[in-house]
Structure formats: C-alpha cells, structure tokens
C-alpha cells in the first residue's frame, strides 16, 4: 500500500457543526501532516505529528484540532468553521521528519477532502 | 527564513517544444528541494527530488547553489505535461516544514 488515504472526499458543514476528517497510511511512515489549499494556490502547512506527537502548529486556530490516534492514522476535528475556512484539506505522511545524509524522501499526499462552510 | 519563488504563474508552450519552469529559493543553510505535480482533479504527486538526480517523465532538474535555482525542464513538452507545478524546499533546520512557491499552470497546447 503506497497510497495516504483520506475521507471523506467531499464535506458540507454549517457553522455550527461538528465534524471530523480522516487520513490513514500504511507505509509504515512516522511523520504525517495537514496542509490546507485554497484554490489555484499551494498547500499551506497546518500541523505536524512525528511519532504520534504534535512536532508544528502553525498558529492554526483551535477550531480545528488534530488528534493522532495511531502512527497510520491522522484526525481533524472541526467545530464552529467559518465560511473562509472552506478549502482542500490535504493529508501528507513521510518517513520521518528528520533529513538524512540520503536526503528525506519526499511527501506522500492524499486526494484531499473538499470542505465546504455554509 | 525560507521562500520559494516561482515566477510564472501561467506558462504556455506548444507540444513539442522545449519547457522550462523556473523556480527560485531562499534559504541559508543546505536546502533539499523538490517539484509536485498537480494534474487537474488529482492528488499532489512528488514529481522529482533534487539529491536524486533523477528523471521522471522526460523532466530533469539541477540544483543551482550558486543562483539558488532549482529550474525544471522538458525538451519535448507533451499535451499530458499540462498541470500545475509547484517547487518546494525543506530546509535542514526547518524540521519538516515544507515550503512552496506559488506554482506555475503549465498548459501544452497541440
């Protein structure tokens, strides 16, 4: 399985709501990560879990709070969006944070899940 | 501080000829970089990375150190090269923070 899988592909919400996204691999990856895109531009980086530990919060507000269960699996818990909080949300896992003197390997990103505030 | 620096936004060739994507960085350590590939309605996809030095689908890219460029590169463009393309760096001490520079919609016309 090479694949980061997110669900589900496509969210509604209202402004009141509570819900949450998924993401899961089993690459046996210990880094994984939430980027948030807007349309036509790059994916901005949200949090980072090594180990199962939040590593990075950027600043993200705490209506959105990630939650690592597992090393394969990645939450998003989202309650009291905005409408300006509709975007892609992207999932991405890597073998480690760390570089090494191969280099890192890159990202692993999922499809996304297309989130829609009301 | 590390940025990323893609000066087109737009790109449009027609297949065939030769493309060239241009990125630029900022960073002052030893920086690895990296192009994504965005085809329309699918997922980010690792396209190449710089320690590599490989080629994958006909692209090639050669770290610059001393332009600090990281310019991707086709000889022949095909019609199925048409995406977006976005250059990323991950610098040494930035932990796993991924920078990306605002992307370059490259469109091969027949």
């Known amino acids: 399985d090479t694949e980061v899988t997110q669900t589900p592909k496509h969210l509604v919400m209202g402004m009141t709501n509570k819900k949450s996204l998924k993401c899961e691999q089993h690459m046996g990856h210990r880094a994984m990560y939430w980027y948030k895109q807007k349309a036509k531009k790059p994916p901005e980086l949200m949090f980072v879990?090594?180990?199962?530990?939040?590593?990075i919060n950027e600043s993200v507000p705490s209506r959105f709070s990630p939650e690592c269960p597992n090393s394969s699996l990645l939450n998003l818990h989202l309650h009291a969006l905005q409408p300006e909080d509709s975007a892609l949300y992207l999932c991405a896992s890597s073998r480690g944070i760390r570089i090494s003197t191969k280099g890192s390997y890159g990202y692993t990103f999922g499809s996304g899940t297309r989130l829609t505030v009301v | 501080a590390q940025r990323v620096t893609q000066p087109e936004k737009l790109l449009s060739v027609f297949k065939g000829a030769p493309v060239e994507l241009k990125c630029n960085y900022s960073?002052?350590?030893?920086?690895?970089l990296f192009w994504y590939v965005q085809y329309s309605r699918q997922r980010l996809q690792l396209l190449l990375r710089?320690?590599s030095r490989e080629s994958i689908k006909g692209f090639t890219a050669d770290l610059n150190k001393g332009e600090t460029s990281f310019h991707l590169k086709k000889p022949f463009a095909q019609e199925e090269d048409s995406a977006m393309y976005y250059c990323?760096?991950?610098?040494?001490?930035?932990?796993?923070?991924?920078?990306f520079g605002e992307g370059t919609q490259l469109t091969v016309n027949p």
């Open positions: 710089h320690i």
């Open positions: 990323a760096l991950r610098g040494e001490t930035s932990g796993s923070r991924l920078t």
């Open positions: 960073y002052s350590g030893s920086p690895e």
């Open positions: 879990y090594s180990y199962e530990k939040l590593s």
